[in-house]
């Protein structure tokens, strides 16, 4: 007998929105292309899954660049403490940290994933695995199943109802290969361009290179192209093509849409000591160049920056590494000051797509309902997770969005004609 529901891929989305359907008593089958529930979650957080944030609802918003304004209904029907709740339910113990992220108190990601499947079965959903949906059957302006492929070759399943939560394009090898814009697109969908949103940066320079793995805390990266700018404070990280780390991938959405409007460059600036103004920050030169005065400048540098950072600093500000600190003018001093406030940068673009930990663009958001999730153009088709046209920053507002769309679509559901 032919599912009433069939839910198109087995991530976050699709799983929570698997389960809240066949609570409310209708017959689902989700369908996953990969052999596994949930992979990109069980990758996610490096390995810890920041499952939504503990700040208040109502701040959520502001922090989706791509289309917040449409997850506004949907974040207040399910909000952070819903989530919260569900896992608590299920048996994961959660805990907030540092910017109110809330991870498992294990650690684990794969704990997130695994009560994900397990609400969806003990709800009564069906997972198949190993089938990937190839197109929508649409007749009368309403979709009445899915055409898959699979083990037993190709399967047609009628519905009265197909969610499609298939993710975007990042992380491809968790199965997140596009498939939904697809879809959506035989529906006659506009599809917003998906472009990297949460992805590291490359720059120009070779110095970073020798950081490779060098964390640097509290420090501020402005990032300019033409008349704007956008400016990070918090933790970053360097790496053998540039630069990652939490402000970086914040601000690398902006970033992003610079580059696909052609920039191939990118000026940016490290402010190393940005709780100092420039003033204060001389000040404490002057008094560590009294301290260490009989030191050679290369010498002097361990209370002011990382190990590993010294060689660097003294290469770019021009002043000889023997050079008696006693000796260093004011002229040099002023300069490596200026040097420590505004680390010069040039970033060159993004890494891929694939290494991205979001996409951005997919299904656009003006032709689907944000109240159900449905599509506006296409009867009993719904979205929900990445697959649409909205993003957020780092932080758990990201699966918050997945989890938010994904209730709004399952409760929207019907059998109905």
């Given amino acids: ?50 499952v939504t944030n503990a700040m208040p609802i109502k701040d959520f918003p502001q922090f989706y660049p791509g289309n917040g304004r449409f997850l506004y209904g949907a974040l207040y029907r399910f909000s952070n403490e819903d989530v919260m709740s569900l896992f608590r339910s299920l048996g994961v113990e959660l805990k907030v940290e540092r910017g109110q992220r809330v991870f498992p108190a294990s650690d684990d990601a794969h704990e997130i994933a695994n009560a994900l499947e397990r609400f969806a079965r003990q709800s009564g959903a069906r997972i198949r695995f190993g089938t990937r949906v190839q197109e929508l059957i649409i007749r009368d302006g309403s979709v009445a199943g899915v055409v898959s492929s699979g083990p037993q070759g190709r399967i047609v399943n009628e519905a009265a109802a197909v969610v499609i939560a298939s993710g975007g394009k990042s992380y491809p090898g968790t199965g997140s290969t596009g498939d939904g814009y697809h879809l959506a697109a035989q529906a006659g969908h506009t599809i917003v361009e998906p472009r990297p949103s949460l992805v590291p940066l490359k720059v120009v320079e070779e110095w970073p290179k020798e950081l ?11 990032f300019s192209y033409g008349d704007e700018s ?46 100092l103004t420039h003033e204060q920050l001389d000040r404490r030169l002057v008094r560590d160049f009294e301290v260490f005065s009989r030191k050679q400048f290369k010498n002097a540098l361990d209370e002011l920056l990382p190990k590993r950072m010294i060689p660097i600093m003294i290469k770019l500000s021009g002043i000889a590494p023997d050079k008696p600190v006693n000796q260093i003018s004011r002229e040099e001093r002023l300069q490596f ?4 406030k505004q680390v010069p940068l040039t970033v060159s673009g993004t890494l891929p797509l694939a290494a991205a930990i979001v996409t951005a663009g997919g299904v656009a958001v003006d032709e689907v309902d944000p109240r159900t999730m449905e599509s506006r153009l296409v009867k009993g088709l719904y979205f929900a997770g990445e697959v649409l046209d909205v993003h957020g920053v780092t932080g758990g507002f990201n699966l918050q969005a997945a989890f938010s769309t994904a209730y709004a679509a399952a409760q929207a559901l019907t059998v109905e004609g």
């Fill in 230 to 275: 956008i400016s990070e404070f918090g933790d970053m990280m360097f790496a053998h093509f540039g630069l990652t780390g939490p402000i970086v991938l914040t601000a690398s959405d902006m970033v992003a849409q610079w580059v696909a409007q052609g920039a191939n460059r990118v000026e940016c600036s490290l402010d190393l000591k940005p709780a």
């Fill in 337 to 340: 000051r200026d040097l420590l």
């Fill in 1 to 50: 007998m032919a599912a009433e529901i069939v839910i198109v891929g087995a991530g976050a989305a699709g799983l929570l929105a698997a389960g809240f359907a066949a609570q409310r008593g209708l017959k689902v089958t989700v369908l996953e292309k990969t052999d596994r529930t949930a992979k990109k979650v069980r990758i996610s957080g490096k390995g810890r899954c920041n």
């Fill in 212 to 222: 490779a793995g060098l964390t640097l805390k509290n420090v501020r990266l402005t």
